[in-house]
Structures are given as C-alpha cells and as structure tokens.
C-alpha cells in the first residue's frame, strides 16, 4: 500500500474516526525514544481536528521535547554589519 493510498482512506473517515486515527498514532509516538528527532509533523488540520485538550497536550507534549534544544538568539542589525549607503 502507498502513502497515497493511504491518504486517501484517511480522507474518507469520519472526524472521530480521524481523532481515534490521530491519537493512536500519537500513542505509538509514545513508545518510541523521545530523544531522536522524528520526521513526522502534525498538521493544522490534524491539530484542528482535535479536541482542545487533546491539542493542549500535543502542544505542551512539543515544547516540553523541546526545551532541551540550545538556541542562539542574536540581533538582526549589528552596527558593524549595518551599511546605511546600501540603502
């Protein structure tokens, strides 16, 4: 069976259908090592297709794996790189 495939039956379930689909999913996401990055996203749609508080712990779930992540924050601008003559 191919993603297509698949994809297409998707579409054909109901919304319900879908939230079991999705939260099964995300429970087998569970069972995995949360430490390896994973290529899979969920969509708005996917998100949307939630209830609130299934959605809440999705997203609170993301920034928690996250939050071990270094991110460098810096200023766009830098006076020594900015060159008023470009302009």
């Given at each position: 069976m191919t993603l297509h495939e698949i994809l297409q039956?998707?579409?054909?379930l109901?919304?319900?259908?879908?939230?079991t689909l999705v939260?099964?999913?995300l429970e087998m996401n569970d069972d995995t090592d949360t430490s390896s990055?994973?290529?899979?996203?969920l969509?708005?749609?996917d998100l949307m297709a939630m209830r609130a508080?299934?959605?809440e712990r999705v997203v609170a779930r993301a920034f928690?794996?996250?939050?071990?992540?270094?991110f460098e924050t810096?200023?766009?601008?830098?006076?020594?790189?900015?060159?008023?003559?470009?302009?």
């Open positions: 039956q998707v579409k054909q109901n919304p319900q259908e879908r939230r939260q099964q999913v990055p994973s290529d899979h996203h969509t708005v749609y508080d299934e959605r928690a794996n996250a939050s071990h992540e270094v810096f200023e766009a601008y830098d006076e020594i790189d900015f060159n008023d003559d470009a302009f």
